[in-house]
């Protein structure tokens, strides 16, 4: 039966691993010698009833728990300096020297489970996305890719080595990009480009090995996809990522629907700003400046202050979310400002032992940040409104549910951003700015997204056809009122700062898809915040035990992307814009 978010939230302060039932509580992955009598003794027990199978998948589960969280600690080691050899070579050991021993093991079990005599006495109720799950892990393995998959890994790690080691010299100051990216915010305009140009070129230093090393990516994952039995690693890649609910096609009518419907919202808004900047045109680094001439707002000075605020606004909001950020602080689950050395971006990563996640980001004092922080924070909660879920399989929804609870976040806590914000201007100010970033999701999503189903349907392309390709996408979606005379030559580069390209291909049309159903959210939260609030935590308390788009209804919003549902929404948040 699926926790109600009463007894998921009655474990929010809890802070030790709950006890172990199969795994020594003394247990610690070490090497896979170790491991293997537990995958072995789990493929050779004798199950003689439905009783003894569900005892069976638990052990599992149990197993599988504790080797994620070892894998989940030695990446964020290594994502929190990536200049340190010995936690590379921690990650790098987990991939090259565990996985591959797991792979086989791990596939050996499902087959054990789906032919089992007593398959049919499991709830079918309770396990039937778990067990669809299976089925489609079993139709797509092959055991020629487990050597790929373990190159495949060596190789992103790359990525975020090059990245981490990028910086830029202002005023004398050697800074990360992220930091310098705060100057674009400047009401000084020479300032802002200054700090866009030195970026850009910064980037364009390592354009050619971030080239060299996504074209190797690209064909190891061909290779994957053609063993699978795809004719491209798009397809293979829906099926891996259980992409049960939607296809390619309605990915591609969803893209239309945004070129018809947001896209044009943004060109009115940036020929707005290019008025109310009283320029004769928009250049690129005229994007993030606030049109009032103010300076940047500067929301917090410290990580410290950025978490403390963070846990006021949650407390505000609902005490149970307060309560989550609190648990995390205490147990040092956090690590929030930007240096050199630290791998880009910002995430949330699930433990799933201990069910309390770590938050990693990149805080530079900047809006966004705050953004990242509330953004990071939804994914947090979410993972202790599962953690007391059965199976860890349960305990990972797909990201158009997991990306919905961090973008609902964001925009149900805005009510509560006086915290950073006591002066009212800088409130309006922020949430105009974040408002237009919501619709600003929209375009670039489908840029990253329609760019990888190129790719990966053309994967003999040049490196010069690739370059051309994302030029013609990203003017499809993007910057059409912005001059980029001068600056040509950074255009088809601009892909490569995007992780998830080299990192987690095809996760990213769900940041659209979540979107929308987090601007739903918002409505209904701003017409009922009790009623709204709790539907977000019960859709999010039942993981991944049911579809998507059964999961959105408990949330009392739709899993829909046609257009005019888009049109809908896009039009409520200029509504809620007009209103600041």
Same mark, same amino acid.
């Given at each position: ?47 003689? #009833? ?10 599992? #589960? ?13 990446? !964020? ?48 109720? +309770? ?24 190159? !495949? ?31 674009? +915010? ?25 080239? #060299? ?44 629907? !945004? ?9 009115? @808004? ?59 602080? /205490? ?19 699930? @433990? ?22 509330? /953004? ?18 349960? +305990? ?11 973008? #609902? ?21 922020? +949430? ?67 992780? /998830? ?80």
């Amino acid at each position: 039966m699926t926790p109600t978010t009463e007894l998921a939230a009655a474990s929010a302060t809890e802070t030790q691993r709950p006890p172990r039932h199969y795994l020594p509580e003394d247990f610690h992955v070490t090497d896979w010698a170790a491991l293997e009598p537990f995958f072995v003794e789990l493929r050779e027990r004798t199950i003689t #009833s439905g009783v003894e199978l569900e005892r069976w998948l638990l052990d599992r #589960s149990e197993l599988e728990a504790a080797l994620s969280e070892d894998l989940a600690w030695r990446y !964020i080691r290594m994502t929190c300096d990536t200049q340190d050899e010995e936690r590379a070579a921690a990650f790098q050991y987990f991939v090259s020297e565990i996985e591959p021993n797991v792979a086989p093991h791990d596939h050996a079990l499902n087959e054990k489970m789906m032919s089992s005599d007593f398959l049919p006495e499991l709830d079918p109720r +309770k396990y039937r996305v778990f067990l669809r799950s299976v089925r489609q892990a079993l139709e797509i393995y092959r055991v020629e890719n487990i050597p790929l998959k373990t190159e !495949i890994s060596t190789k992103q790690q790359q990525y975020a080595a090059i990245a981490g080691a990028m910086t830029v010299t202002l005023d004398g100051e050697e800074m990360t990009l992220p930091r310098a990216a705060d100057r674009l +915010k400047s009401p000084n305009r020479a300032v802002r480009e200054e700090a866009y140009r030195l970026i850009q070129a910064r980037r364009l230093r390592d354009a050619e090995p971030l080239d #060299s090393l996504f074209t190797e990516l690209v064909s190891l994952r061909h290779r994957v996809a053609l063993n699978a039995g795809f004719a491209n690693f798009r397809d293979y890649m829906f099926a891996a990522l259980g992409r049960f609910d939607y296809t390619p096609q309605d990915c591609f009518a969803f893209h239309k629907a !945004i070129r018809e419907t947001v896209v044009p919202l943004i060109d009115d @808004l940036d020929l707005e700003r290019r008025q109310d900047l009283g320029l004769a045109e928009l250049r690129p680094w005229d994007l993030d400046v606030d049109v009032s001439g103010k300076a940047p707002l500067r929301p917090f000075d410290t990580g410290e202050e950025l978490l403390e605020k963070t846990i006021t606004v949650f407390q505000n909001l609902d005490p149970y979310l307060g309560d989550c950020l609190r648990t995390m602080r /205490h147990m040092g689950q956090l690590d929030l400002e930007s240096r050199k050395g630290k791998a880009p971006g910002g995430y949330n990563y699930p @433990l799933d032992e201990t069910g309390v996640p770590f938050i990693f980001m990149n805080a530079t004092s900047s809006l966004r940040d705050v953004v990242t922080m509330l /953004h990071e924070g939804g994914h947090a909660v979410h993972s202790f409104l599962t953690r007391n879920l059965p199976l860890g399989a349960d +305990k990972h929804p797909p990201s158009e549910v997991a990306e919905l609870a961090s973008m #609902s976040m964001e925009l149900m806590s805005m009510d509560h951003w006086g915290v950073f914000f006591t002066d009212p201007e800088d409130l309006r100010r922020a +949430k105009k700015t974040h408002l237009e970033s919501v619709l600003e999701t929209f375009p670039w999503v489908a840029t990253i997204d329609k760019f990888q189903h190129w790719v990966y349907e053309n994967p003999q392309h040049t490196e010069a056809e690739r370059h051309q390709r994302w030029t013609a996408i990203f003017d499809e979606f993007n910057q059409r009122t912005v001059s980029w005379k001068g600056l040509e030559g950074f255009k088809p580069y601009l892909w490569q700062k995007q992780l /998830h390209l080299y990192e987690v291909p095809f996760y990213y049309i769900e940041y659209a898809m979540a979107q929308l159903g987090a601007i739903a959210v918002w409505r209904n939260f701003r017409q009922n915040p009790q009623e709204g609030l709790e539907a977000y935590k019960r859709a999010l308390a039942m993981g991944y035990t049911a579809p998507i788009g059964e999961i959105y209804a408990a949330a009392g919003i739709r899993f829909d992307f046609s257009t005019d549902y888009l049109r809908t929404l896009a039009d409520f948040v200029r509504e809620e814009m007009a209103k600041l």
